[in-house]
């Protein structure tokens, strides 16, 4: 039996009793009326508040991120919303970035997911350097570049800076430098050795993508240091999270943020993301119950 019928099957017994009453005592009638409509709507209206619509998540998380819903849903929602100009900015420059640096990471066998880290190093400037001295699209530094092959321009420290200024001023004249090539800042050579540094610290980390992306950040060592302290034999990117420095959790949270914004993007943009299930109170559900016994009540 449906709500509604069920109202109507309630209804017909009240206006039988009201029949019988009216015939004897026509007070006492009205008071069963006035009763009979109260308490009729009140069970209409408790049946619409009970009516809602279900609105499923529409977000799809890359094949590389499935299973880390629930440990950053709420993370990439927020993000998405405060740091919206950044990512729509992002989206665009990386058109002309993305479709190259997938291509050379699967040659790789590398996840081609990991292209996002161009926008999180450099925001794709070439020119690009780090406090820490690391130089061009993917923030190489000196040693890593020699490391890979790369030719590179050496990164001078605070110290060296002060003192070639101090010869400069004592000589008078600008201490003549040599000129030399920064491979760094070529995005086709730097990406061969940015995907050969990352395929082998997959190799380092047992394949665990978010421990590679840590160690990009914040160095293999520190990974295995923060791995150690876990007490456990194979740990992932969430179980050494916390023993990771802050920089670094926000650095892999920030990656899988641009990744799941990116592979929603028309979505996004639009306005139509959706990171949890929700319910929606359906509109004009059990009016029809509602408009029904007002009409069959006013009749009498």
């Not at 101090?166 to 004249?173: G, L, Q």
Request: positive net charge.
């Amino acid at each position: 039996m449906t709500k509604r019928n069920r109202s109507v099957s309630i209804f017909s017994s009240v206006v039988i009793g009201v029949v019988i009453v009216c015939s004897v005592n026509p007070a006492a009638a009205q008071r069963i009326k006035d009763t009979a409509k109260k308490v009729l709507l009140a069970s209409a209206d408790k049946k619409e508040t009970g009516n809602y619509v279900v609105k499923p998540a529409n977000v799809v998380y890359p094949d590389l991120l499935c299973g880390a819903e629930e440990n950053t849903a709420d993370y990439i929602e927020k993000f998405s919303a405060n740091r919206r100009e950044y990512l729509v900015r992002m989206y665009k420059k990386g058109k002309s970035f993305f479709p190259k640096a997938a291509t050379i990471l699967r040659k790789h066998s590398l996840p081609e997911e990991y292209k996002v880290l161009l926008a999180l190093e450099s925001a794709f400037n070439a020119n690009a350097v780090s406090k820490a001295g690391a130089v061009g699209y993917w923030q190489i530094m000196d040693e890593v570049a020699q490391e890979y092959g790369l030719k590179y321009a050496k990164q001078l420290s605070a110290a060296e800076k002060k003192r070639l200024a101090r010869e400069e001023k004592k000589a008078h004249k600008k201490v003549k430098k040599a000129v030399v090539k920064d491979d760094r800042k070529n995005f086709i050579k730097s990406t061969y050795a940015a995907a050969r540094y990352l395929k082998d610290r997959t190799r380092n980390l047992d394949n665990d993508p978010l421990l590679v992306v840590a160690s990009y950040n914040c160095g293999v060592g520190n990974v295995w240091e923060a791995m150690k302290k876990t007490g456990l034999s194979d740990p992932d990117f969430w179980d050494v999270k916390n023993y990771l420095p802050a920089e670094t959790r926000s650095y892999v949270m920030n990656f899988i943020a641009l990744n799941v914004i990116f592979n929603n993007y028309d979505k996004f943009i639009n306005n139509t993301l959706s990171f949890k299930t929700i319910k929606v109170k359906a509109e004009n559900m059990g009016n029809n119950v509602s408009a029904a016994a007002s009409a069959s009540i006013n009749e009498f």
